[in-house]
């Protein structure tokens, strides 16, 4: 299993970005996806989920209505969109999947709201 997290960077308050993370070693279709990040001095913490058969997507509440999580299975890809981003969005961002109770993770790709 291989995870493969881009498209971090430095942005302003109320900026956005959009984080892809590209898979490889296993299914992708069959299984959910996930984003945690984690911040400085902070334990990691689960941003949203997205399943597989339906699609169907859960946001923790500190993100909800501006992050959007989708996934593209033809191109075993998870994507998320985060608007009006906030600096306490600031954290390495990972993503994740779960196969037989064995938890993957990328290596991570930073992301800094700061202006």
């Known amino acids: 299993v291989q995870l493969v997290e881009s498209g971090g960077g430095l942005v302003q308050p109320g900026g956005s970005l959009r984080l892809s993370c590209a898979a490889s070693?296993?299914?992708?279709?069959?299984?959910?996806m996930s984003w945690y990040r984690q911040a400085p001095g902070k334990e990691r913490e689960l941003v949203a989920t997205?399943?597989?058969?339906?699609?169907?997507?859960n946001y923790a509440d500190s993100v909800k209505g501006r992050f959007t999580i989708s996934r593209d299975n033809g191109k075993n890809t998870v994507y998320l969109q985060m608007n009006n981003l906030k600096p306490e969005d600031t954290a390495v961002y990972y993503c994740?999947?779960?196969?037989?109770?064995?938890?993957?993770w990328g290596q991570g790709t930073q992301v800094t709201v700061s202006s």
């Open positions: 997205i399943s597989t058969a339906d699609g169907s997507k």
């Open positions: 994740n999947t779960v196969r037989y109770g064995t938890y993957y």
């Open positions: 070693g296993f299914t992708f279709g069959n299984y959910g």
